[in-house]
């Protein structure tokens, strides 16, 4: 399928602004709709943003959860193959090991069953 690897996690603080990187490998990961997810110590794994399968070409669409709307960005660079979570304004509540994923589907999918490919994950810390 395809491999997915996370970067650019640490420590912010509280209004703070980080960026994630995530690589795709073997295939290109415009073949793929692209999903961020994140999961915090005790809680399960929660859907961040999403990407469809175009990655960000004209066509393409991202959707975001209500927690993260108007604060994060989901992006794309084709030549890198490479997928992006701007996350501004980040609040203690972000704290979190954020994943990348890939689906097969064509549009973007908040569904975590439709992603069968997961990077390792990368750890992102809020303090207050």
């Known amino acids: 399928q395809v491999q997915v690897v996370e970067s650019g996690g640490g420590l912010v603080q509280a209004g703070g602004s980080l960026r994630l990187s995530c690589a795709a490998y073997g295939r290109s990961f415009s073949t793929y709709a692209m999903g961020w997810f994140r999961q915090a110590p005790g809680k399960e794994r929660e859907f961040v943003a999403a990407?469809?399968?175009?990655?960000?070409?004209?066509?393409?669409?991202?959707i975001y959860a209500d927690s993260v709307k108007g604060r994060f960005t989901f992006s794309a660079d084709n030549a890198k193959n490479t997928v992006y979570l701007q996350m501004n304004s980040l609040k203690p509540e972000d704290t979190a090991v954020y994943y990348c994923a890939a689906s097969p589907t064509y549009g973007p999918t908040l569904t975590l069953a439709n992603y069968p490919d997961w990077g390792p994950g990368t750890q992102v810390t809020v303090s207050s």
């Open positions: 990407m469809s399968r175009s990655g960000g070409r004209s066509g393409g669409s991202t």
